[in-house]
């Protein structure tokens, strides 16, 4: 307790040297439009975590799909990645982007807005900390270079990104001081309402999240060995359900409190695979080491229903690409997980979802395609095993009209993903300097 009290002390101490002084570089940058090509000839790419671009599956959805996209339309568009690494992780670097490898070493708004200039737009993967929730400075530097760029008559753009019930209130006085040329994208309806609500010009549009876009690939060996075991197993009359759970349900989690969670998993699906005609893919979508990622508490569960779930519980070693991970969830007639880039996998395939929720996370998706939030659980719902197991069967017994209701809406799902980048293709006029 000593120690979660002095870290919280440090942070708002940090905080209250920084924000200020990050507000005052901002308020006093020079003004002065840079002349726009009308051509969209080069893109910035901005990530939630400048420190390693591709911290997680969902980074690495939003990001490819950008860039896809990016790359469909203009294909002759050069795309740079502004971080904090000497070296772009592979995915990057085969996706043939460069690096802007300077971010906060040490931190310079001046700087950035030279690298800024030099490029046609600037586009910021909102994602999920936009609100300050896990750092109100990182979110601030990237509001701030949002505001810089479209002051500066660049093509600037917030991705749609959430907005949680409790944004960070250091954040207010930058939030209301954007230029109104910044280009601002909500992925849910509840996050563009707290958002509109929290700002005093609040202006957020409604997209859907630009993972969307990412396309995915059904080729890869082990995606075809799980499709051979999926065409075996409905062969002989059973459902195919993806898995997934993870320890950031709970927050600062005990490994006391890992073990429960693994116990009542287990609990819960050898009740299903009881009463239900059903086969499980057990799908880590964070290869991070324990206590952030999947693999870890998968394998525990696996490993206690190794007698039960015979024949009836793949597993798999494989660390997958977000596009391998999306063809992967096309393959299942229902996923349950607590990941939200796992959820948009599969309903960009048509592959209806039970989410396990957290952060006020998954309702703005799950309005997107007017499913009921009694397909939503919360991590202390599913400590209770039986209570888990009804949840999960009443789900798998309603997978396909489910999927048909998916289906339907998720061509509209679809266009609103693609406005995220609809702003690339217009012309900006810069604004005024900050006041």
């Given at each position: 307790m000593q120690n979660a009290t002095l870290k919280m002390l440090r942070a708002s101490l940090r905080n209250a040297l920084r924000l200020p002084l990050l507000f005052h570089e901002w308020q006093t940058q020079e003004g002065g439009a840079i002349s726009a090509d009308s051509q969209l000839n080069s893109v910035l790419i901005a990530t939630p975590d400048p420190r390693f671009l591709i911290?997680?599956?969902?980074?690495?959805?939003?990001?490819?799909?950008?860039?896809?996209?990016?790359?469909?339309?203009?294909p002759q568009c050069r795309i740079a990645m502004l971080g904090d690494l000497s070296k772009l992780p592979d995915s990057l670097a085969e996706a043939g982007v460069s690096l802007e490898p300077r971010w906060s070493t040490p931190w310079s708004l001046a700087y950035l807005r030279q690298i800024i200039a030099r490029y046609d737009g600037l586009i910021i993967v909102g994602a999920d900390v936009m609100d300050g929730h896990y750092s109100p400075i990182s979110a601030a530097r990237l509001w701030v270079i949002g505001d810089v760029a479209a002051r500066l008559g660049k093509r600037s753009i917030v991705l749609g990104f959430s907005f949680n019930s409790k944004p960070s209130v250091w954040l207010k006085p930058f939030l209301n001081r954007l230029s109104p040329s910044l280009r601002i994208f909500s992925r849910d309806a509840v996050s563009q309402q707290r958002f509109n609500d929290f700002c005093k010009a609040g202006r957020a549009d409604l997209v859907a999240d630009s993972a969307f876009l990412l396309k995915p690939r059904?080729?890869?060996?082990?995606?075809e060995k799980i499709a051979e075991w999926g065409r075996e197993q409905r062969a002989q009359g059973r459902i195919l359900c993806g898995f997934n759970i993870h320890p950031m349900l709970i927050k600062n989690a005990s490994a006391a409190q890992i073990d429960q969670l693994v116990a009542s998993s287990a609990a819960a699906i050898s009740q299903v695979l009881a009463k239900r005609p059903v086969s499980f893919v057990f799908i880590s979508h964070d290869y991070r080491g324990p206590g952030i990622g999947d693999c870890e508490i998968l394998s525990g569960i696996a490993e206690k229903l190794a007698l039960l779930g015979a024949g009836r519980i793949m597993t798999f070693r494989e660390h997958l690409h977000a596009a391998e991970l999306k063809a992967l969830a096309g393959l299942m007639d229902l996923i349950i997980t607590g990941r939200m880039h796992l959820s948009i996998a599969a309903l960009g395939q048509g592959t209806p979802v039970a989410a396990i929720t957290y952060q006020g996370k998954f309702h703005g998706l799950f309005q997107h395609f007017g499913?009921?939030?009694?397909?939503?659980?919360?991590?202390?719902?599913?400590?209770?095993?039986?209570?888990?197991?009804?949840?999960?069967?009443?789900?798998?017994?309603q997978h396909q009209p489910l999927a048909d209701?998916?289906?339907?809406?998720?061509?509209?799902?679809?266009?609103?993903?693609?406005?995220?980048?609809?702003?690339?293709?217009?012309?900006?006029?810069?604004?005024?300097?900050?006041?």
């Open positions: 911290s997680s599956k969902g980074d690495e959805a939003m990001i490819t799909g950008v860039i896809e996209s990016i790359r469909a339309q203009w059904p080729n890869s060996a082990v995606v499913l009921d939030e009694q397909l939503l659980i919360s991590p202390d719902e599913i400590q209770n095993d039986v209570a888990f197991a009804a949840w999960m069967m009443n789900a798998l017994d209701q998916v289906r339907s809406r998720l061509p509209q799902v679809h266009q609103l993903a693609e406005k995220n980048l609809a702003p690339l293709a217009e012309s900006f006029s810069a604004c005024p300097a900050a006041a």
